[in-house]
């Protein structure tokens, strides 16, 4: 196996693994704030795609104007999820709450389906596709601003997290719900706060990846589940660790495609699933009682 | 003024009774299509063109003076629903004949019953085992995969290469283009150097592609549908692969164009007629019918007309030509579906008989490449 290939193999895993990465860290900060985890994530990630494409080319806005507004269009989506579907329900069980998240991804899915039809769209990339070699690998500028922008989602998440006001509250209702409301903490809000921020982050997601991907009313399933995946290797941390989770298993699935068969593409990731759940249910690099933000 | 009134409304009831009573009642045609589901995309368009063409059949005054009845329903793809729907067209329903359903696997479910109770079926799916061996009830006007291939091998014999690589799709149309594939590499000298499949969703294809790169492939041969394809074209074109990419009949439709966009360019693919129908010489025994369909559809539904719902046009106008050669009753049809010879429709030219009920030959392809974000016709 030659060098050039491996490294080919890198590449792609890595920038794919960026995407899982994204949408696993809004899997966490929904889970952190309120003990769920909502199934709902991928289709967030859809929406991010199909709203710039509805930006693009019903509305005709130049692309830098499509992105910010579709990447508030779905924010507006994931308000509107937790005001109309969770909040109601604020007391039930957590089991009910995973159960209305699966409800309302197949409703959106189903919303969508109708108003953008079944078919496949594409999506311009941000800065041309003229592809660029690295010792013998080659990559697209479309890669590089998949990195860069999940190395900046990252480190505000990082800063939000310990050096605002919020952030901490935020941390504080992940570490006892109870007592954070007992300080003072308005624990609903912090709800409301982080369905935000995760809706804003898997849309962030889906609208860089869909110019190398395509984006259509069903690609929120899969990417949603493997968001979840990294989400689990990472044990339900908000931070590094599910950013490493969810570059190792895009690594681990292009790997895998690229020396054993592409046949075993998502078996892969769901067998680490598995392991992961078996093995480690804190996550790759938890203690036993993790912080988890 | 009463009088009159009612001495007119008295002779148009007469009229009325008398025609009811003398006209034939209507010939009953049942349609199985996968209107939703998965399969929507070849459905909807045969649903729709079938109810076109029975509809302009009947305003012209119908076949041998009796009017056509489409009884359809949709079997959103499943091979189970296919089955129960098309006992109720042949109990409930009590159809002269079926056209349908849209996929292989539900095609292969029904052949059972429309074989035991002497219905004639004009399949729309494409899978060569639906006819072959031949079932005494069982036609198709979809093209077999076979002759896909052989045109892709022939050009690739043509061009004196003979190392090459495959990627198929993960589904049904995936696996029996490979097998098609493997089947028929020997008998035109090539050797397949790689097989390799992708999954119908996959986001990134560049593992696969760069083994195919490794390879030393001379050429490389796509089976599926989109969205794949149009990703393998983007990825082949990062990766910077420079060998000739030839694709299926799966993405001849202008939305693979739009989805590869520039990557498209230089790919060949074997195709029906329809999507060059205006760039077929005059000469073309297929051309009328070709405009007057993509027009019609034009006019009909405001998108353009594909081979899916090709495939439901020529089935109807198979079975107007049967019932038009003397055949109303489903024995009728079925004899006469067998004698029909040279039938210029959408998907080809059919000439059925006795040991073919899939009707087509080579010519119902030919081979196009995109150039410009368009089709060409390459020679």
């Known amino acids: 196996m030659q060098f050039d290939q491996i490294l080919q193999y890198s590449l792609s895993g890595l920038s794919t693994g960026a995407i899982y990465a994204l949408i696993g860290v809004g899997f966490s900060i929904i889970f952190n704030a309120t003990g769920i985890i909502n199934f709902a994530q991928g289709e967030f990630v859809m929406l991010g795609g199909m709203f710039t494409l509805l930006f693009l080319e019903t509305l005709k806005l130049p692309l830098w104007a499509a992105i910010p507004c579709a990447i508030v269009a779905s924010t507006v989506a994931g308000l509107l999820f937790e005001r109309l579907a969770i909040r109601p329900l604020r007391q039930a069980t957590p089991i009910n709450l995973v159960i209305i998240t699966i409800g309302g991804s197949i409703l959106i899915r189903g919303l969508a389906m109708l108003s953008w039809g079944k078919d496949t769209h594409a999506i311009p990339p941000f800065s041309g596709d003229d592809p660029i070699a690295i010792a013998g690998a080659t990559i697209l500028p479309q890669h590089l601003w998949i990195l860069a922008i999940t190395v900046i989602i990252v480190i505000v998440n990082r800063i939000y997290f310990y050096h605002t006001i919020s952030g901490k509250a935020m941390r504080a209702c992940a570490y006892n719900r109870r007592a954070a409301g007992l300080v003072g903490i308005d624990v609903h809000r912090m709800v409301l706060f982080s369905f935000i921020i995760s809706s804003a982050m898997g849309s962030i997601a889906g609208i860089i990846v869909a110019p190398l991907t395509m984006t259509a009313y069903d690609v929120g399933i899969m990417l949603g589940l493997k968001g979840f995946c990294a989400a689990i290797i990472g044990g339900m941390s908000s931070g590094i660790a599910t950013v490493i989770g969810g570059l190792l298993l895009g690594v681990l699935e292009s790997l895998g495609a690229g020396l054993i068969s592409s046949g075993y593409k998502d078996a892969i990731a769901f067998i680490i699933l598995l392991l992961i759940l078996f093995i480690r249910p804190q996550g790759l690099f938890g203690k036993a009682e993790s912080e988890r933000v | ?379």
């Not at chain 2, 006469?336 to 210029?344: C, Q, V």
């Open chain 2, 1 to 379: 003024m009463i009088r009159r009134f009612f001495s007119c409304s008295a002779a148009v009831s007469v009229l009325l009774v008398c025609s009811i009573a003398f006209a034939a009642p209507p010939i009953k045609i049942g349609g199985l299509f996968a209107v939703s589901g998965p399969s929507a995309p070849l459905g909807e368009p045969e649903r729709n063109t079938a109810k076109m063409v029975v509809d302009e059949i009947n305003k012209a005054g119908g076949v041998n003076g009796r009017k056509l009845e489409l009884v359809s329903y949709d079997t959103t793809g499943d091979a189970t629903k296919a089955l129960q729907l098309a006992n109720k067209l042949i109990k409930d329903d009590k159809v002269t004949a079926i056209i349908g359903p849209s996929t292989t696997p539900e095609a292969m479910a029904i052949i059972p019953v429309v074989e035991k109770e002497h219905i004639p079926l004009i399949a729309l799916a494409a899978g060569s085992k639906i006819t072959d061996p031949v079932k005494k009830w069982v036609f198709k006007t979809a093209q077999n995969d076979s002759l896909a291939v052989s045109w892709i091998f022939e050009y690739l014999q043509k061009q004196k290469q003979s190392k090459v690589a495959i990627l198929t799709v993960s589904t049904g149309f995936g696996s029996s283009g490979r097998e098609q594939l493997k089947a028929q590499a020997a008998r035109y000298g090539i050797s397949l150097v790689f097989d390799d499949t992708f999954g119908p969703n996959d986001s990134d294809m560049t593992a696969q592609l760069t083994k195919v790169r490794a390879s030393h492939a001379q050429a490389l041969i796509v089976w599926g549908t989109n969205p794949g394809p149009a990703k393998i074209a983007n990825n082949a074109r990062q990766l910077g692969l420079k060998i000739p990419i030839f694709m299926s009949h799966g993405v001849s439709s202008k939305k693979f164009i739009e989805l590869a966009g520039d990557a498209a360019e230089g790919i060949k693919l074997p195709s029906g007629k329809v999507i060059v129908a205006d760039l077929l010489p005059k000469s073309d025994s297929q051309r009328k019918s070709l405009m007057a369909f993509v027009k019609d559809y034009q006019n009909h539904y405001k998108t353009e007309g594909d081979h899916f719902g090709g495939h439901a046009w020529d089935a109807v106008m198979l079975i107007k030509a049967a019932i038009e050669r003397g055949g109303d009753t489903p024995a009728g049809i079925r004899d006469n579906l067998e004698k029909i010879k040279g039938f210029a429709g959408i998907g080809g030219t059919f000439s059925y008989s006795a040991q073919d009920h899939a009707g087509l030959g080579k010519d119902a392809f030919v081979l196009v490449e995109i150039k410009n974000r368009d089709w060409v016709l390459v020679k």
